[in-house]
């Protein structure tokens, strides 16, 4: 359980986000954030696969939600997701407008998005400073 990295993705508009990356068996604080499931590049790609985009007021309780049968995580997994994305936010309308703008940006398969593309978002350079570690506990 560990941080892995802070990546910056560029949404359909131009706006860039530092989203934090993790291991999966992360334990978490419930705090306030958009979260994605995400599979990182492999060899030389310089695209990152998101699967799923959700926002909540608990994260930590919110991805225990998600690992009911047959929600998000199951079909995240069967897709071979191997790291969580978090941007904390505090503000409810924060966390739904930029929850949208993921969703929209790169229609995740698992937000009942769909096509050959879906969920491919090309990456950025790293964000050039350190986010707070507050969503981290446990």
């Known amino acids: 359980m560990s941080r892995l990295t802070t990546l910056t993705l560029t949404s359909h508009r131009g706006r860039d986000y530092p989203v934090e ?25 310089r ?21 009911r049968p047959g929600g998000p995580w199951d079909r995240a997994e069967a897709l071979g997701f191997d790291a969580i994305g978090g941007l904390a936010l505090a503000r ?9 703008e993921f969703i929209h940006s790169w229609h995740p398969p698992c937000n009942d998005g769909h096509g050959a593309l879906a969920g491919l978002a090309g990456l950025a350079a790293p964000a050039p400073f350190r986010m707070k570690r507050a969503m981290v506990g446990k």
């Open 47 to 67: 695209q990152v696969q998101v699967f799923y985009v959700g926002e909540t007021c608990a994260l930590d309780a919110q991805l225990a939600e998600d690992r």
């Open 92 to 100: 409810p309308e924060d966390r739904a407008m930029i929850a949208a």
């Open 21 to 45: 990356l993790f291991s999966p068996d992360t334990g978490f604080t419930d705090t306030g954030a958009v979260y994605l499931y995400l599979k990182l590049p492999e060899g030389r790609s």
